[in-house]
């Protein structure tokens, strides 16, 4: 009789939908034997590894992120890609729930056979990403998808992690509305590969004209000279379509940058690496607070500093000199 393992790893090779939801479910759970079980299936499918083009979706809340990800994903398919779609939705503070909303506005996109589209909670994890984002990603491609999108929760600024994921950040941007001014700040132009300002038609054409203009002057200057690549700026609207052909020539010329310069190896390398380091040291941190020794430690360095008779410095070098 096959494992519960073989029969996942097979499932999700295969492409079936049904396993691949239920794998990316244990990937966002935080029980450990689900952590466990996901790392097993992960190193499993690792040995067949796909090969799909990861683009992250990303900007300020109401700046059309689901409807551009709906037209962008109309039209990989007309091109022949299978196409899979994880959003990522704000998690309550106060109940941890979510609304996952983002789908309702993909009713297109949602209702195309070669179209996967899953939503997820953020659970409350700065950086605009899931806790399974990362593995949920690794299981798509591992079912045969060649592109995946990623929207972010549009948070602002802390959305860099999705960095560390995907070969290619869209930041979206409204025009008029003083958004346009984020892409100016260093942090986000650096993580942005493409910006767009989305809503480019009606009343918002002109203003949404006039703030790509000073984007792609700004980024001219801002771009060093040993860069091998200026970011550009595009107008478009994800609602009626104008400009999407435009925006899918600069996704497709970019990745076709990425091959011809080596780049995209390098970047998944790194990537790895940052995954690595990171998820070790989480580990240890984890299995360092889980010892009877170090709650008790804790405890009494907490009431004394409660108690008046450490402060918080003190604490720490009482709590850390061991």
Known sequence: MKSVLSVMVEGIRSGDRTTLSKAITLAE???????????????????HPG??????????PGA????????????????????????IDPSSQKTGGSILADKTRMHELSGMQKAFIRPSPSAGLFGGL???????????????????????????????????????????LIPGSGDELQGLKKGIM?????ILVNKADGATQSLANKAVNVL???????????????????????E????????????????KWLEETGFKQKKR???????????????????????????????SVRQRMKDGNLNEYEALKEALKD
């Not at 090969?51 to 300020?60: D, E, F, N, S, Y």
């Not at 059309?64 to 959003?87: D, H, P």
């Not at 999407?244 to 970019?254: A, G, H, K, S, T």
């Not at 390398?269 to 010892?291: C, G, I, P, V, W």
Request: overall charge negative.
């Open 29 to 47: 759970s935080s029980l450990e034997t689900d952590i466990s079980f996901t790392w097993e299936l992960l190193e499993e499918l690792s040995k």
């Open 51 to 60: 090969h799909a083009l990861r683009i992250a979706v990303t900007g300020p």
């Open 64 to 87: 059309g992120k689901s409807t551009l990800i709906n037209s962008l994903g109309q039209k990989f398919i007309e091109q022949g890609s299978r196409v899979a779609v994880l959003t």
């Open 130 to 172: 899931s806790p399974g984002t990362r593995a949920a990603t690794l299981l798509c491609e591992a079912a045969g998808f060649d592109i995946i999108l990623i929207e972010t929760v549009g948070v602002g600024q802390s959305e860099v992690a999705v960095r560390e994921l995907v070969d290619c950040v869209i930041l979206v």
């Open 190 to 194: 650096e993580n942005a590969d493409l």
């Open 216 to 238: 792609n002057a700004v980024l001219r200057l801002s771009t060093p000279e040993e860069d091998q690549r200026l970011v550009s700026a595009l107008p478009c609207s994800a």
């Open 240 to 255: 009626n379509g104008l400009g999407i052909e435009e925006v899918m020539q600069e996704i497709r010329l970019f990745f």
């Open 269 to 299: 390398s790194a990537q790895r690496d940052h995954f690595f380091e990171a998820t070790f040291l989480n580990e240890l941190q984890h299995r360092y607070l889980k010892s009877e020794k170090v709650k008790s430690l804790l405890i």
